[in-house]
C-alpha cells in the first residue's frame, strides 16, 4: 500500500483515478483547487477513511509525505485554460516545478499527465512518441500546448540533473462519466446539444478526425505507466481509434434519438486536422491497449450528461 498525491484529483480524470487507486487499497491525498474540478465528483467518496482532500493551488509550493505523485492538476478543454492564459501557463509552468521539487526531496516518484496538443497540429501521422510536434507558440493555444512541452523539459531536466523518478504520458483526447457540462470538446458539445434539441454544431466540414479513449481505460494506462520500471521517456496513451467529426456526430444522433441538426461553422484557429495516438509503446512496454469501443463509451457517458442536464433544470 502506497501514500499517493493526486494533484487535480477533483477533475475528471482525476477522480476516476482515485476511485481505481482506494479499490486497491492505497491511501491517497487529492491536491485541487477546485477551478475545473468539483466536490460532486468526490461526493460518493467523500467520507472514505484513505483519502484526504487538500484545498491548494499547485502555483504555491507545498510540503507532503508521499510515495508517488499524479500530477494532473490543469485545465484540460480550450474554454477553460483559455479563460485566463496567464494562469494556465503558471500552472503547468510553476505548478509542475513544485511538484518536482516536492517529488525530489520526498523521493517520491512523479507523473506528468501531458498531451497530444504537445504534438500540435502534426505533420507525421499517426503521432510516435519520437516526433517533436508542429506548434505555434503565438496562438491562443499556447499557453496549454507549450505549457505542457514546458511541463515536460522541466521533468526530463529533474529526471537528469537530480535523478527524479519521472514518467510521462502523452494522453489523447479521453472522455466519459464526470466530464464537465460546459467542457465544450467535442463529445460532451455534441452530446448535451443532441439532449437539447439544439443544432449540432460541426468546424469545418467534419472531415477532421479525431480519437476518443473511454475513462476507464486511460487510467488503467495511467496506473500501469506508474508502476512500471524505468521508463522515463513519454508514454502516448490514446485510443488509436479514428473518426471523422462527422462520423462521431451521426452516432450520438442515432443513440439519443435526437431531432437535432447539424450546422457547420468556419474552423477556429489553429485546430489539428488529424490526430491519432502510435501506442506501439504502451502495448510494448506496458502491456496496455484500450477495450472500450466509442459506441459502448458513448453508451456510458450519454445517461451521465442526461442525469445533469436534469439537475441542472430542477
Ligand atoms: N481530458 C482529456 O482529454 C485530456 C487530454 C490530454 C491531457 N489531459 C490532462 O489530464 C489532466 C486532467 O484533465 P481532466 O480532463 O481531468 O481536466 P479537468 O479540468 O476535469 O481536471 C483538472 C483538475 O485540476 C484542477 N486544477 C486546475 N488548476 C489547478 C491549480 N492551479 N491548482 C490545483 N488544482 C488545479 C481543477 O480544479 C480540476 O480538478 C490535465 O493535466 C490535462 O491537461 C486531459
Same mark, same amino acid.
Given at each position: 500500500m502506497a501514500r499517493i498525491l493526486i494533484t487535480g484529483g477533483a477533475g475528471f480524470i482525476g477522480s476516476h483515478l482515485m476511485d481505481y487507486l482506494l479499490r486497491q487499497g492505497h491511501e491517497i491525498l487529492c491536491l485541487d483547487n477546485y477551478f475545473t474540478g468539483s466536490k460532486a465528483n468526490l461526493a460518493h467518496m467523500r467520507d472514505h477513511p484513505q483519502l484526504e482532500l487538500i484545498r491548494h493551488d499547485v502555483v504555491n509550493p507545498i510540503m507532503l509525505e508521499v510515495d508517488q505523485i499524479y500530477h494532473l492538476a490543469c485545465p484540460a478543454s480550450p474554454v477553460h485554460y483559455q479563460y485566463n492564459p496567464v494562469k494556465t501557463i503558471k500552472t503547468n509552468v510553476l505548478g509542475t516545478l513544485n511538484m518536482l521539487g516536492l517529488a525530489k526531496r520526498v523521493k517520491a516518484r512523479i507523473l506528468l499527465a501531458s498531451t497530444? +496538443?504537445?504534438?500540435?497540429? =502534426? *505533420?507525421?501521422? =499517426? *503521432? *510516435? +512518441?519520437?516526433y517533436w510536434g508542429n506548434v505555434n507558440c503565438l496562438g491562443p493555444r499556447s499557453c496549454y500546448d507549450e505549457g505542457k512541452r514546458v511541463a515536460e523539459t522541466l521533468m526530463m531536466d529533474y529526471h537528469r540533473q537530480n535523478r527524479v523518478d519521472i514518467r510521462i504520458a502523452r494522453i489523447f483526447n479521453t472522455y466519459g462519466p464526470r466530464m464537465a457540462l460546459n467542457d465544450g470538446r467535442v463529445i460532451s458539445n455534441f452530446i448535451v446539444q443532441a439532449l437539447t434539441g439544439q443544432d449540432i454544431t460541426i468546424y469545418g466540414q467534419g472531415r477532421q478526425t479525431r480519437s476518443f479513449c473511454f475513462v476507464s481505460d486511460l487510467v488503467e494506462g495511467l496506473v500501469r505507466l506508474m508502476n512500471t520500471e524505468l521508463l522515463h521517456e513519454p508514454v502516448n496513451l490514446g485510443n488509436p481509434e479514428e473518426y471523422a467529426i462527422m462520423e462521431i456526430a451521426q452516432k450520438i444522433l442515432a443513440l439519443t434519438g435526437s431531432p437535432s441538426h447539424l450546422i457547420y461553422l468556419p474552423m477556429p484557429p489553429d485546430d489539428p486536422g488529424r490526430r491519432r495516438p502510435d501506442i506501439t509503446r504502451a502495448r510494448k512496454r506496458l502491456g496496455w491497449q484500450p477495450t472500450i469501443p466509442l459506441e459502448a463509451g458513448l453508451k456510458e457517458t450519454i445517461p451521465y450528461f442526461a442525469a445533469k442536464l436534469r439537475e441542472t433544470k430542477s
Open positions: 497530444s +496538443e504537445i504534438y500540435g497540429d =502534426p *505533420q507525421v501521422h =499517426p *503521432q *510516435q +512518441e519520437s
